[in-house]
């Protein structure tokens, strides 16, 4: 079956803008994860999801970030008024339930001017 | 907080090598390990997951230990070859509500030269 996709894979944005990012989880997989992954570092947790309630947040670097998941599945990840900081890969994780193996998609690449 | 460690950052060896990825973390109360592979431009592809209360998982020619009380982990790679290229990601998840949360070290970038 499919695996995880997101979209865009490449985005490029100037300082300012507002972007979003897509998710499309594994069909019936439950947990739905974001990770920021910066240039020669490892993923770092941003926001946990269990079918559409946002259970941890913790990790959302500031209020720009905002993720939701309205239906419980397609998860989008917003970032307002991106920064050059804010230049990453943001890699999206779907598992069956929270303790499950994490399947990862392919991450879109943000490259803020 | 949880601090993960891979050592070393990068790695070249020949084809055919026995090679040893190593992986240490700081606060003992994991619930599971796990080592990933991520190829440029893609994803992370888990390999092996180990529980807290085991001591190796092995598949195909990997083998991951884990030492929960002394914070480490090892991925064993028989036999390498040039298709093993990719940067070797170690995570832990901690005991407790938070069991869900990877945290990852910076990787190992391992490039097995023909």
């Known amino acids: 079956g499919a695996g995880v996709s997101q979209s865009p894979r490449y985005k490029v944005a100037k300082r300012g803008q507002d972007v979003a990012l897509r998710c499309d989880p594994i069909?019936?997989?439950?947990?739905l994860f974001w990770y920021q992954q910066a240039l020669g570092q490892g993923p770092e947790f941003l926001t946990y999801f269990q079918n559409e309630a946002q259970l941890d947040k913790s990790g959302l670097p500031s209020d720009r970030f905002f993720a939701e998941r309205p239906e419980g599945s397609v998860s989008t990840l917003k970032i307002q008024r991106t920064q050059q900081e804010d230049s990453a890969v943001y890699l999206c994780a779907s598992s069956l339930g929270r303790q499950e193996t994490q399947y990862f998609g392919p991450g879109t690449r943000l490259l803020v001017l | 907080k949880q601090e993960v460690t891979q050592i070393p950052a990068a790695l070249s060896v020949p084809e055919g090598e026995n090679l040893v990825l190593n992986c240490s973390f700081t606060d003992s109360a994991i619930y599971n390990l796990q080592w990933f592979r991520q190829d440029p431009g893609k994803g992370l592809t888990s390999l092996l997951l180990?529980?807290?209360?085991?001591r190796e998982q092995t598949s195909g020619r990997l083998n991951a230990s884990l030492d929960k009380s002394s914070g480490r982990s090892t991925l064993y790679i028989a036999a390498s070859q040039p298709g093993d290229s990719a940067t070797y990601l170690c995570?832990?998840?901690?005991?407790?509500?938070?069991?869900?949360?990877?945290?990852f070290g910076k990787g190992t970038l391992l490039t097995v030269n023909p």
């Open positions: 180990i529980q807290s209360s085991q």
């Open positions: 995570a832990v998840t901690v005991s407790g509500g938070s069991n869900y949360k990877l945290t």
């Open positions: 069909s019936g997989h439950v947990s």
